[in-house]
């Protein structure tokens, strides 16, 4: 007899990569050869970043996705269980897993290039859930087909479910109707609602989820929860590299929710999760725990 785990805070589904990160003086232009100044390789991907992000911050999470039989495999798999992650709903498919090569800049910000090669998504029905009675679901939108009716259970079981939305494609699609925060970025925001103002697309978004947050980097978030809406100004950190910091927010984001936490201070959590994200190299390696958050809350 199969037993749900039962103290499983926050389950995320989706993308799982392999990162290999470069730091480069300046963006190399139309046929230049340029040196990197440092080099980083591990785990990446939005619902695996915030997967270990939970865990960091002191909950239970679990990752659902893939991972190819090859060795970037088997290391991502390693550093998810050395993170404290269960690893149960991962699936290890002979398709490689997808690899990303990320140019940082001086100034933290990075350039992404993603390599998913022939490797589509998980089936529908290719992962058991039926042991699995998660506090919170995050999805990501990389798994079109075993997300949707993941998040219908989710609603029928009064399961708070949370979009990672960061760009505009079938998953994500799919999903933002049937989520309860929509936690988007400002590219799928603009995208998907042609405003130009974040106001603006806040509040296209607030009707099609109950709750929709918009990260907007350095210049913080705006969010609207039903006729409350409200603004949140980004705090003031020396940026290093900006990968992850997205994926970690949300994680942090997932985790308050289990956690009660009221919606303002959830806000103010989750983006100090991510700030502190940017002061290493490489997403993996710069994910907070919950002391540093704490430590840094309170220094304010």
């Known amino acids: 007899m199969i037993l749900p785990h039962p103290a499983l805070d926050v389950l995320c589904v989706g993308h799982a990569s392999y990162d290999l990160i470069l730091t480069v003086d300046h963006h190399p232009g139309e046929d230049e050869k340029c040196s990197a100044s440092h080099f980083a390789a591990c785990g990446g991907g939005p619902a695996a970043n915030a997967a270990v992000t939970v865990a960091r911050l002191g909950g239970k999470a679990a990752f659902a996705g893939q991972l190819g039989r090859d060795p970037e495999g088997d290391a991502h798999a390693r550093e998810l269980e050395g993170e404290g992650v269960l690893t149960d709903w991962i699936v290890r498919r002979p398709h490689p897993t997808p690899l990303s090569v990320i140019l940082v800049k001086p100034d933290g910000k990075r350039t992404v ?57 079938e998953g994500t699609l799919e999903l933002a109707p049937r989520v309860d925060y929509l936690a988007a970025s400002w590219k799928f925001a603009r995208d998907l609602t042609g405003e130009e103002a974040p106001d603006d697309a806040v509040a296209v978004l607030s009707r099609i989820a109950p709750c929709a947050v918009i990260t907007l980097g350095e210049e913080g978030l705006v969010w609207q929860r039903g006729t409350e809406r409200g603004r949140l100004p980004a705090f003031s950190i020396e940026a290093t590299d900006t990968t992850g910091a997205g994926d970690v927010f949300h994680g942090a984001f997932a985790l308050g929710i289990t956690r009660g936490q009221d919606f303002r201070s959830l806000l103010t959590y989750a983006s100090a999760a991510g700030a502190l994200c940017c002061r290493r190299l490489g997403a993996r390696p710069s994910i907070p725990t919950g002391d540093e958050v704490a430590a840094f809350l309170k220094n304010l």
């Open 113 to 169: 290039v993603n390599h998913q090669a022939q490797t589509p998504p998980l089936p529908a029905g290719a992962v058991d859930f039926s042991c699995c009675r998660p506090k919170a679901i995050l999805f990501d939108g990389h798994e079109p087909l075993i997300s949707p009716p993941l998040a219908r259970w989710a609603r029928e079981q009064g399961i708070p479910t949370i979009l990672d939305a960061g760009s505009v494609r």
